[in-house]
């Protein structure tokens, strides 16, 4: 149980382009998704906290234009980098949780590459 | 605010040695939670243990152990007879409550790369 999917694993996109990455808890309603971004042997750092149905909360330094999140469901929130470059290219990891639950279930990552 | 420290940066054993990874945390919180993290080269997080600020008890699962100190902030992981496939980096990580009922908001140290030879 607590399975959470990310989609693409991996994607390779040109400057200047717009990528999504999708998070889905499979088999249960998650009440929160976090999304995190991983650089080259760093720690994973949170970029944004998001309900479902309601607008993401941003952590301080995380462009809100530039990350668009999307949390329509209780099953699936979406992440978009727009109009990326280079330096955002980075292993995006999501995490869903439920209320009242401790845990945070992970998702296997989406590793992004801006050419 | 929030700080998890993890000073040791890489640490690297023999197979069958004894490790603890150290961890350190900050926070004003009366109710935290901390956590610990493997993470493979694959990157997928795997769940190693959770432990709630009014919970002291060390735990122990198979060849893991979890030593936690309120009195030093400090929440320490040994792995026992390490094996090969216990090389990965290890991450620390402190939990808050951000709203009534809802999943905890996490911070993370730095993570410790171990490596253990054959």
């Known amino acids: 149980g607590a399975v959470v999917s990310q989609h693409p694993s991996w994607v390779i996109c040109k400057s200047g382009t717009s990528v999504k990455i999708e998070c889905r808890s499979l088999?249960?309603?998650?009440?929160?998704m976090f999304w995190y971004r991983q650089f080259p042997k760093q720690s994973l750092m949170l970029m944004a906290t998001?309900?479902?149905?309601?607008?993401?909360?941003?952590e301080q330094g995380v462009e809100k234009d530039k990350f668009l999140i999307n949390h329509a469901s209780l099953t699936l929130s979406t992440l978009t980098v727009t109009s990326a470059h280079p330096e955002d290219s980075s292993f995006y990891i999501c995490?869903?949780?439920?209320?009242?639950?401790?845990?945070?279930?992970f998702g296997p990552g989406t590793r992004l590459t801006v050419t | 605010a929030q700080k998890v420290t993890q000073a040791q940066t890489e640490i690297s054993v023999v197979e069958k040695e004894d490790v603890t990874l150290d961890c350190v945390y900050e926070?004003?919180?009366?109710?935290?939670?901390l956590f610990w993290y493997k993470q493979p080269p694959s990157g997928e997080l795997v769940f190693l243990i959770r432990?709630?600020?009014?919970?002291?008890q060390n735990e122990i699962s198979g060849r893991y152990s979890w030593n936690f100190q309120k009195s030093t902030s400090s929440f320490n992981f040994t792995i026992t007879a390490s094996q090969v496939v216990d090389s990965a980096v290890y991450f620390c990580?402190?939990?808050?409550?951000?709203?009534?009922?809802?999943?905890?908001?996490?911070?993370f140290g730095s993570g410790t790369q171990l490596t253990v030879l054959p």
């Open positions: 995490s869903a949780g439920l209320a009242g639950v401790q845990e945070q279930y």
């Open positions: 088999d249960f309603q998650a009440t929160t």
């Open positions: 998001s309900n479902e149905g309601s607008k993401a909360t941003y």
């Open positions: 926070t004003r919180d009366t109710t935290y939670y």
């Open positions: 432990r709630n600020s009014f919970d002291e």
């Open positions: 990580a402190l939990g808050r409550t951000i709203s009534s009922g809802s999943a905890r908001q996490l911070t």
